[in-house]
């Protein structure tokens, strides 16, 4: 997957069949559906693959035990399914997790043993296990770190972990293999109508040339998740409000506070929020927050209040309490729930389900908003069989319900370091010995070599110094302070592979040192 080819593919061809605007999880999931189904496809993002709230998850596949106990049966029902599909589809890149939910009350020992069992019901054959109580001494062998005092036992349930913004790398790998176009750095800049008002393209800016072009399309899907307001202002002139995002914050700390490979699941905190401690890369990963903001950003920064909420929270189960000098990197996403007029002002997100809505409007723009990474492909796949009964065209089914993803390779063991390149290890492993010193490490600590970065350059179109330690390795999410160091070396690496020069370097790394101050406790 290369920039420059996906350039030539834009420049040489007269109109697409379908123009996805949005990088992340929504619009990766409708241009492989799209793709799949035998349209030529094209998706713009006008940043880099999964820039903003598509990296920056639980790193959870899940139903949503949360959304069951608030009655939205049906979108468990789905998750369960999708997160089954996408185990299967990805090994590489998923796993089950056992989670544990410590419980120190009888009502809770029933609520939740019972609560969970309904839980397995709805994901049918593509359980991940059963759901069962477990005593408070199997509780404390299988997270020897929870909080003693006062503990009757716990609940054993399953739910699926991945890792975001790797899934959408090799998304859009798949993508181009199956006959799309994508390209990162692409910020459409306007909608092109025919002469009945009916979208008939884009126009898009290539942000890293400056060179601006006009591609023409039957259809255009709006799947930009926060932003998806800006590009309807485009198409109807003025402002609409669809989108009410919430922001979620992360803290990430060393496994020494939960030495595990179980994740834990705290129900409900002082003000209702479910609390992750979840093992990741060898980090614990504590989240999430569920705060109301007003305006969007590709890089949101956390409240202060935020994160004191989840250190103090954390330490309340923990039996070492974490301290904001033991916070490794603080990562920030926003949720691009569905607005919903009940809501509206009240500040209660987490009341806002989290299911997906497509929107249609007057001139045919699809829009798709709201739901989650779990859910990707149902949407893609909800979203391409409303345009062909929107527009006339023939019915197609979907194709990627067993669609293994790049990289796909079963068996993977997640204590490789590399474990998550799946069946391309080898290849970035035989570039290793071809490339100068392509087996030293960019950091040891983390893990990193240097094929690796050439490979994310030739291979993964990483164009800048952020992409490759935010997105294609995570170490700005796993150690703010280790990212730093890396970064000069990383911006010389890539300025020999782009030949870019000098200015170059200085300007990437002092963007990534500015970028980096957000994740910092």
């Known amino acids: 997957m290369n920039r420059i080819n996906q350039l030539v593919s834009v420049k040489s061809t007269d109109k697409w069949d379908v123009v996805v605007i949005g990088g992340g999880a ?8 799209a793709v799949s189904r035998g349209y030529k496809m094209l998706l713009l ?23 069951l106990a608030q009655g939205y049966v049906d979108l468990v029902r789905e998750a369960c399914r999708e997160r089954g599909l996408l185990l299967k589809n990805a090994p590489h890149l998923t796993r089950n997790v056992s989670f544990v939910i410590p419980l120190y009350s009888v009502l809770d020992v029933l609520m939740y043993t019972i609560g969970l069992k309904f839980y397995d019901l709805l994901a049918g054959k593509l359980s991940l296990g059963k759901s069962k109580f477990i005593s408070k001494a199997k509780t404390l062998e299988m997270i020897p770190s929870i909080k003693v005092k006062g503990l009757r036992g716990g609940v054993l ?15 859009a790998q798949t993508i181009v293999e199956k006959g799309g176009t994508v390209l990162n750095y692409a910020r459409v800049c306007g909608l092109k109508k025919n002469a009945v008002g009916k979208v008939s393209g884009v126009d898009f800016k290539d942000v890293l040339s400056g060179a601006t072009y006009t591609v023409s399309a039957e259809a255009v899907v709006n799947a930009t998740g926060v932003f998806a307001d800006d590009i309807n202002k485009m198409d109807l002139g003025r402002d609409v409000k669809t989108i009410s995002p919430s922001q979620g914050v992360h803290v990430v700390i060393d496994r020494k506070f939960c030495p595990s490979e179980n994740a834990i699941m705290i129900p409900k905190t002082d003000d209702g929020r479910v609390l992750f401690a979840v093992p990741w890369h060898n980090k614990i990963v504590l989240g999430t927050t569920d705060t109301p903001v007003k305006t969007e950003s590709l890089e949101p920064e956390a409240l202060e209040q935020e994160i004191d909420f989840i250190i103090t929270t954390a330490g309340r189960y923990l039996s070492t309490k974490p301290q904001r000098k033991d916070v490794l990197s603080v990562f920030t996403g926003l949720r691009p729930l569905a607005a919903s007029n009940d809501t509206e002002g009240s500040g209660k997100t987490k009341e806002i389900s ?21 859910t990707y492909r149902k949407m893609g796949e909800d979203l391409v069989s409303r345009m062909e009964q929107v527009l006339g065209w023939e019915r197609t ?29 080898e290849k970035i492993n035989e570039l290793g010995k071809k490339v100068e010193g392509g087996e030293q490490w960019l950091s040891e600590k983390l893990l990193i070599k240097k094929a690796q970065l050439v490979w994310a350059v030739r291979n993964e179109m990483a164009e800048k110094v952020e992409d490759f330690l935010s997105r294609r390795t995570r170490a700005m999410l796993l150690d703010v302070d280790e990212s730093v160091r890396m970064a000069p070396e990383v911006a010389r690496i890539m300025a020999a592979e782009k030949g870019r ?15 980096a101050k957000k994740y910092v406790c």
């Open 26 to 33: 929504t619009g990766l999931g409708t241009a492989l559906e």
């Open 354 to 374: 989290r299911s997906h809505k497509i929107i249609v409007s007057k001139s045919n723009l699809f829009s798709i908003i709201g739901g989650k990474w779990t």
């Open 501 to 515: 020069n000098e200015s170059w370097v200085a300007a990437e790394i002092e963007e990534f040192r500015e970028l």
């Open 397 to 425: 089914r979907t194709r990627t319900q067993h669609l293994a993803i790049h990289g796909y390779k079963e068996g993977v063991l997640q204590s490789d370091p590399m474990y998550y390149y799946g069946s391309d290890k």
């Open 157 to 171: 349930y399953h739910d699926g972990q991945f890792d975001d913004s790797r899934l959408a790398i090799n998304l």
């Open 45 to 67: 993002e006008q940043s880099d693959f999964s820039k903003s709230t598509s990296s920056k998850s639980t790193k959870l596949v899940h139903g949503g035990v949360r959304y």
